[in-house]
């Protein structure tokens, strides 16, 4: 099965409001959505450029996964994510063909999504997720 499309890219942020700001300088249009998943600890906003998604992600705790990439890190691109429809299936591909999967079964994402993520260890360091529109 065939990825279907790249559908965003994550970029971890310290400040969701002055990247906010920043982005739409950048892009020349301001974000479209702001939400929170309180289950991943992070506050996400949306923007859209030619059919694919930027989302900047802030952390809402010190122990969010986005908290500690920064830590570690710094700001930046964070994953890729890809639309993996049926997304179970992609899973068990990807499984079979050596990747390994960063959870047993897809959780609940921003914009309406299920996601799972590929362990960067995996992808040559990284991130990816998988996401399917909610149903």
Not at 31 to 56: D, M, N, P, W
Not at 111 to 135: A, M, R, S, Y
């Amino acid at each position: 099965m065939v990825m279907k499309k790249l559908e965003h890219i994550g970029i971890a942020v310290k400040d969701l409001s002055q990247s906010n700001a920043l982005f739409a300088k950048l892009l020349g249009k301001p974000h479209y959505k702001i939400e929170e998943v309180a289950s991943e600890g992070v506050r996400t906003s949306f923007f859209e450029v030619g059919g694919i998604k930027i989302e900047l992600l802030e952390a809402t705790r010190p122990d969010s996964p986005i908290a500690k990439f920064i830590e570690k890190k710094g700001e930046g691109i964070h994953h890729l994510a890809f639309e993996a429809d049926p997304i179970q299936e992609k899973m068990s591909e990807l499984s079979e063909n050596g990747f390994s999967l960063l959870g047993e079964k897809p959780k609940p994402g921003a914009d309406n999504k299920e996601i799972i993520f590929l362990h960067p260890k995996t992808t040559n360091g990284v991130l990816v997720e998988l996401c399917q529109e909610k149903k």
